[in-house]
C-alpha cells in the first residue's frame, strides 16, 4: 500500500508505503508420522514503513534530438555504408 505526491512544480515526490500493515504474513506448519503430531506457525518481521524522498535538478526544458530516417540506404542505420 502506498502514497505519492508530486511537489514543487512536479520536480520534487515524496512517497509513502507500508508493506503487510496487518502482518498476515505467516506460514503454518502440521507434521504427522506414527506416534507424533507436530503442528508450528512461523512468523517473521515483514512491517516495512518507507518514506522516499526524490528531486530532479536538472533542466526540465531540455528539446530532444531527433534523427530522420532515410530510406534508401537499406542498412537502417542512417550511416549509408556496407560493411
Same mark, same amino acid.
Given at each position: 500500500m502506498g502514497f505519492k505526491k508530486f511537489i514543487w512544480d512536479k520536480k520534487g515526490t515524496i512517497k509513502l508505503s507500508i508493506d503487510d500493515p496487518a502482518n498476515l504474513n505467516n506460514f503454518r506448519n502440521t507434521l504427522t508420522t506414527n506416534n507424533l503430531v507436530s503442528t508450528?506457525?512461523?512468523?517473521?518481521? #515483514?512491517?516495512?514503513?518507507?518514506?522516499?524522498?526524490?528531486?530532479?535538478?536538472? #533542466?526540465?526544458?531540455?528539446?530532444? #534530438?531527433?534523427?530522420?530516417v532515410n530510406s534508401g540506404d537499406g542498412d537502417g542505420g542512417g550511416k549509408g555504408g556496407r560493411n
Amino acid at each position: 500500500m502506498g502514497f505519492k505526491k508530486f511537489i514543487w512544480d512536479k520536480k520534487g515526490t515524496i512517497k509513502l508505503s507500508i508493506d503487510d500493515p496487518a502482518n498476515l504474513n505467516n506460514f503454518r506448519n502440521t507434521l504427522t508420522t506414527n506416534n507424533l503430531v507436530s503442528t508450528g506457525t512461523y512468523r517473521w518481521d #515483514n512491517q516495512r514503513f518507507r518514506v522516499n524522498f526524490t528531486y530532479n535538478f536538472g #533542466n526540465t526544458n531540455v528539446k530532444v #534530438n531527433q534523427r530522420s530516417v532515410n530510406s534508401g540506404d537499406g542498412d537502417g542505420g542512417g550511416k549509408g555504408g556496407r560493411n
